[in-house]
């Protein structure tokens, strides 16, 4: 497998560039913007002739040329010279039991998109944004609600020079034609409520069908099988970490983190919570 995931142990979760460092070695000039602390979550080599990825937790990608590749291993091997893949310790099904309100119209999805917070900051991370919009329909409006994970694989971030691996946005349940339909709710980037597929069509710019999985590692493990994976959560979700522990350790998320919150709240809305 290619896709190597960096182990989980005695601090090697987290592994630190300096900007200088990475400056020098990303092809892609907006990310030599970022905070030099940036948490790395996974590196893939690729093949000789393909650039490196480097994916960062916040959902940052750097490309690495291939020509300077070896700079990148000599570096990460001084540090952490195991990598470990993603590999479950089980597959148990309805980890969570959580049922989502369902709204009895699309004119009720509708009023509650257009009324959802709009003071987002433009450079804010998907996942706060997500995560905010969730809890306050939870706190003022008693919905539970739910988040869809839109993963791009190195395969579709190599062919167009893509600058993320993922993007999260926050769904709800309603009724359509007597049938219950999802609505993305991405105040972002749409001005209403999405079926899933008008939504992911935003961000693939082939337009290709991205496969619904239910394991963190269908996505992981897999790089090159498809541009591009859905994942579905609850809203406790925040960030893919959380997707992956919920299928290595069973650890489920059903509540609201205070620290997870005011994070939200301060990266998503320049808010002090």
Known sequence: MSFNFLPRDKGAIMLYFSVFFLTLLSTNSSFSQSPSSEKILSVHYGTTKEDALIFYHNGRVAH?????KHLLTTSLSKKQKTFLTSQPLSSPENLEQYSPSILESPQEAEKLFQNMRPDFNEKSQCYNRAHIWAYEWR???NLFTSKAWLFFTPQYIRKY????WFHVAPYVHVI???LVKERLMDKKYARSPLK???WTDIFIKDKS??????EYSEYADYPESSPCFVMKSSMYYYRPLDLEERELKEKTKERWLGSEVIEAYLDGFSIVY
């Open 139 to 141: 706190t003022e409006k």
């Open 176 to 178: 359509s034609n007597n």
């Open 196 to 198: 899933l597929k008008e």
């Open 209 to 214: 069908h991205c496969p619904v999985v239910n």
């Open 161 to 164: 020079k893509f600058d993320w």
């Open 64 to 68: 690495i040329p291939a020509a300077k």
